[in-house]
């Protein structure tokens, strides 16, 4: 389901602020939970706006050991996101999509993120940078 992931080295964990893209710009909604890939469309019909999160890598943990399993966001691709427009603060849930029986067995895990090509653009130089220090970064619990 993706765990945490590291985008510039800099680690992000549900129920903290991550930076993503959206059709705005770039937004920093907190991260609270997952959402099927199977029922987008329901999460859409119910205002959930599509988002692209950039990364590096992701860590799944797995079922078996409780260990962090880490691979690579291949280059051009983005973890998928549909975030909630909530008073007083946006919340972001992470894609997720069935594992396949290698990734299952790698990860030890039977859900992994969505990863796509981004719908928004990259992130432009800078725009992310005062974020990415870590006294910035916002937390929701």
Do not use: N
Request: glycine share 10%.
């Amino acid at each position: 389901m993706c765990a945490t992931f590291e985008f510039r080295g800099r680690i992000f964990k549900p129920g903290r602020e991550v930076i993503a893209r959206s059709r705005e710009g770039v937004v920093r909604p907190v991260w609270a939970g997952f959402a099927r890939h199977e029922i987008l469309d329901w999460w859409k019909q119910r205002g959930g706006v599509l988002l692209d999160l950039p990364a590096d890598r992701f860590a799944e943990r797995s079922a078996d050991t409780r260990k962090l399993v880490w691979d690579g966001v291949p280059p051009g691709l983005v973890l998928r996101g549909v975030m909630e427009l909530r008073e007083p603060l946006s919340i972001v849930r992470i894609v997720t999509r069935t594992a396949t029986p290698p990734e299952a067995l790698r990860f030890g895990h039977h859900r992994m993120p969505l990863l796509e090509d981004p719908l928004h653009g990259p992130l432009e130089v800078g725009e992310a940078e005062g974020f990415l220090d870590p006294e910035a970064q916002g937390s929701l619990f």
